[in-house]
């Protein structure tokens, strides 16, 4: 069974500062993996969408990077602003059909003015 | 604009009580699913549906039921037999075709007293 672990839990960083997010999963036949931005009491807004054949995308000050082999996906948040503050999850999809979804328990974001 | 709509967003139940949660989605996806979120974890299916008339079981479908009488419309409906209903719960679709992102509504928020 898929699992995906996120680290850490909770951070909390200074404004300004570039972030380096963590995703690992233990089934690296997956068919791509998602990156959720979740604000407290919201749904979920997609950030970024890695295609099992991709090694990265990129959106503004996002890019995230995807390492099948090793099971690793990584969000980096460049030059983290206060609005930035809300709870990351990662999502892995193993085929592409069905439920096949598995979340991770998400990295809680705090950025300090 | 196109989006899921859920309703309500926060619902208090007694215990024994059945409660209905609405999902609407003008997005013309096929696919659609319900989640559960509890503090601090990640999202877990209870439900899916691929096309209408037909659903199936997720991870922790005990104590949920669901119809998918049209394309646009997913209820999940939490019945008394579910042990621990107080949670978030969050609605989703996905296009089947093209980026293959998962979309997802605001959220209803029960509790159970």
Known sequence: KQEVTQIPAALSVPEGENLVLNCSFTDS???????????PGKGLTSLLLIQSSQREQTSGRLNASLDKSSGRSTLYIAASQPGDSATYLCAVKLGNAGNMLTFGGGTRLMVKP | DGG??????????????????????????????????????????????????????GDIAEGYSVSREKKESFPLT?????????????????????????TFGAGSRLTVL
């Open chain 2, 78 to 102: 939490v019945t008394s037999a579910q042990k621990n209903p107080t949670a978030f719960y969050l609605c989703a679709s996905r296009d089947g075709a093209g980026a293959n992102v998962l």
């Open chain 1, 29 to 39: 036949a997956i068919y791509n993996l998602q990156w959720f931005r979740q604000d």
């Open chain 2, 4 to 57: 899921i709509t859920q309703s309500p967003k926060y619902l208090f139940r007694k215990e024994g009580q059945n409660v209905t949660l609405s999902c609407e989605q003008n997005l013309n996806h096929d696919a659609m699913y319900w989640y559960r979120q509890d503090p601090g974890q990640g999202l877990r299916l209870i439900y899916y549906s691929q096309i209408v008339n037909d659903f199936q079981k």
